[in-house]
């Protein structure tokens, strides 16, 4: 997929996006002997959307297709092969590591482990205070009042400030990274599985505290998800991934309601069904996702698409709009526009 | 015992010794599995499912676990059963599947070995008679170019071409019982979905009960016939899956089902949650174990604890106000807000 114009996908069409990524690309090296050239992992291949102010943009996929490398690579956790990333107008994969720690205050991530992603030698209290004397905000004194603030926020309290992380439950342990990330004021926050490791109804919890958290700092967020379900649910927008491309960029509504692209009509009739009584039709994929390592000429999904046709083979289908807000990646839609 | 009953679980109990004192993580459950059945068992993490299951197939070290009740399985209770005739019936009678493909196959050997031995285990077989018989239960769980398959590594297969191999193996000795403990939740959507349908088909093919543990209500409604919802080591409703997604009597099903966001959620309303926490096992609530949590708590609730009784034909709830909840009279008590 290459860069587009992808003003007009948003729901405030006229404003500027918080974030804008074109054509980002993440290429790892996979070392094959030392006289053979390096092949490439081709986890993100081109991805371009835009991120609106006060916007939850979800993004979902298969494991291995290159959601949760794309969400790294735009906060530069990994540096990127290609593509630029403007944030308030500035490409932010140009900046020096020094002046992108500026940039960084505002992009901050909440991971899937609560477990792995607070140290456990340290008290909650503290992990809260070391991102913000890093980035020299507030007095010691200020800097404790905030933290105790944010644990309220998050629904914890101030009792919880000398506790160390092993004290602390799955969910409560996500409250804590999510204070974590909002004791910098960010702007924009990844959401990287943030909920996919918790109990239903502790999940349910999580995604409230989210939305709450949002309207209240006016926060955008970049959701990564498995769960189509919770993505639905917290998303304005969504994005369809296969194989390190945007397949499909749409609306919640209009994703589930009329889904464009061969594969997010698949993923979408896959999705167990809520009621017993009902027969569901689904379209059943054959094969299983190509390697990223080799990915398939033409479209990436040809080789499992049941609407495969001879181009699709050889040209890589263009994002198209398809309405408004509807944008796919499908040569099935050639003719439309 | 009725004939057609593969399994019956009659008041297990499981108590465990820890350095905390004795834990019941499972008390009181009873279930039975009929022939060609799927069996739900659903309910969040530490409510025993997978005790449960573990119990059945007599996994647990018998240095730190105690067991009550009785596991009936083809006339014998599972429970009084001597090791060596146990490991006739594990793999053979009754046979398990696991979330967690990676760690359940042996790295160092090819799958087809890993099927071979399991047949060599259960009956007089020739390499070349088990091989052919791999080939076949392989080919007929729908893995493209089988005879290769058989020959490959463990790493070389994905996720859902293990479980596949799994599912082999499990059924390779065409076992009466299968317990599949998650099998599913590791795969992506359509993955899952192909998985499903080899389940259900291989169900009616071989004529096997099956018991399906999950956290996935969504899971449930596709394929189980009847479903056991757990909470904290108990069964708190039993019933038809029709019967349950119809109407869930316990307040605890209610708010699960209310809790996981599906397509049909209305995104611009707040999720329902079920305030608080699971308590511990170790700390276990004298009366109803979902009192803390339930909006419709009374003194009586908090004190007494409530037995599985027969609400409807079939459909079984452990719970004091099942009857006055359904036709909606139950006053519904504030309760305090409890940090999670």
Not at chain 2, 71 to 77: A, H, M, T
Not at chain 2, 303 to 332: D, Q, Y
Request: glycine share 8%.
């Amino acid at each position: 997929m290459s860069q587009a114009a992808t003003g007009e996908v948003s729901p405030q069409a006229t404003a500027e996006p918080l974030l804008r990524a074109t054509d980002i690309r993440q290429h790892f090296p996979v070392r094959r002997g030392f006289f053979k050239p390096n092949a490439y992992v081709k986890a993100v291949n081109g991805v371009s959307f835009d991120l609106m102010e006060g916007e939850t943009f979800g993004l979902v996929g298969e494991s291995g297709c290159g959601k949760s490398t794309l969400g790294r690579t735009l906060l530069r956790l990994i540096e990127p092969t290609d593509g630029a990333c403007y944030y308030r107008n500035k490409n932010i994969f140009e900046t020096s590591q020094a002046e992108f720690g500026k940039y960084r205050r505002e992009l901050q991530m909440v991971f899937q482990d609560p477990y792995s992603s607070l140290n456990p030698k340290m008290r909650v209290g503290s992990i809260l205070e070391e991102a913000m004397a890093i980035h020299g905000i507030g007095s010691r004194r200020e800097r404790t009042d905030r933290v105790i603030d944010l644990l309220e926020t998050v629904g914890l309290s101030s009792e919880h400030y000398f506790r160390f992380p092993h004290e602390f439950s799955g969910g409560q342990r996500q409250r804590i990274n999510l204070a974590r990330a909002l004791s910098l004021t960010p702007k924009v926050v990844v959401c990287d599985e943030t909920v996919s490791a918790l109990d239903v109804s502790i999940q349910a919890q999580v995604l409230n505290l989210m939305k709450r958290i949002r309207k209240e700092f006016n926060l955008s967020y970049l959701f990564i998800s498995h769960d189509l379900g919770v993505v639905k649910y917290i998303s304005d927008r969504i994005g369809v991934m296969y194989l390190g491309n945007l397949v499909e960029v749409a609306t919640a509504e209009e994703l589930f309601e009329a889904p464009k692209h061969p594969y997010t009509q698949a993923l979408i009739s896959a999705l167990p069904k809520t009621n017993p009584r009902v027969e569901k039709q689904r379209i059943k994929l054959t094969g299983e996702v190509p390697s990223p390592l080799d990915p398939p000429s033409g479209c990436c999904f040809h080789t499992r698409c049941p609407h495969a046709m001879d181009i699709c083979r050889k040209v890589v289908p263009e994002p198209r709009t398809i309405s408004g807000t509807h944008k796919t990646a499908c040569h099935l839609y050639e003719e439309s526009v | 015992m009725s004939e057609s009953h593969v399994i019956d679980v009659r008041n297990l109990r499981t108590h465990f010794h820890t350095e905390k004192g004795r834990v019941t993580a499972v008390d009181d459950v009873s279930f039975h599995v009929d022939r060609n059945e799927v069996l739900g068992v659903v309910g969040e993490s530490g409510c025993g499912k997978s005790v449960t299951s573990e119990a059945i197939m007599q996994l647990l070290n018998p240095d730190i676990t105690d067991f009550e009740g009785e596991i009936i399985f083809d006339g014998e209770n599972l429970l009084a059963l001597g090791e060596d005739k146990l490991a006739r019936i594990r793999g053979k009678d009754i046979s398990m599947i696991f979330q967690d493909t990676t760690s359940s196959l042996n790295p160092l050997y090819t799958v087809g070995d890993q099927i071979i031995e399991a047949l060599q285990a259960h009956g007089r077989y020739s390499r070349k008679a088990a091989a052919e018989t791999a080939l076949k239960v392989v080919t007929s769980t729908g893995i493209p170019s089988p005879d290769k398959r058989l020959k490959e590594y463990p790493h070389e297969l994905s996720g859902g071409m293990r479980q596949r191999i799994m599912i082999a193996m499990a059924l390779v000795c065409e076992p009466k019982l299968l317990i599949a403990d998650e099998p599913t939740t590791a795969l992506d959507v359509t993955t899952q979905a192909q998985i499903l349908d080899l389940i259900i088909q291989m169900k009616s093919d071989l004529d096997m009960g099956v018991i399906f543990i999950t956290h996935d209500m969504g899971v449930v409604a596709e394929i189980c016939d009847r479903v056991a919802v757990m909470y904290l080591g108990q069964v708190i409703e039993d019933s038809t899956v029709e019967s349950l997604f119809e109407a869930p009597l316990h307040p605890y099903t209610k708010g699960l089902m209310q809790a996981m966001p599906t397509i049909e959620s209305d995104p611009k309303a707040d999720l329902h949650t079920i305030k608080g926490k699971v308590p511990s096992l170790t700390d276990v609530p004298e009366g109803c174990r979902f009192a803390a949590r339930c909006p419709f708590r009374t003194g009586k609730c908090v004190s007494n604890a409530p037995t599985l009784e027969v609400a409807t034909g079939g459909h079984k709830v452990r719970c004091w106000h099942w009857k006055a909840i359904a036709e909606g009279t139950a006053p519904e008590a504030g309760t305090e807000a409890v940090i999670a």
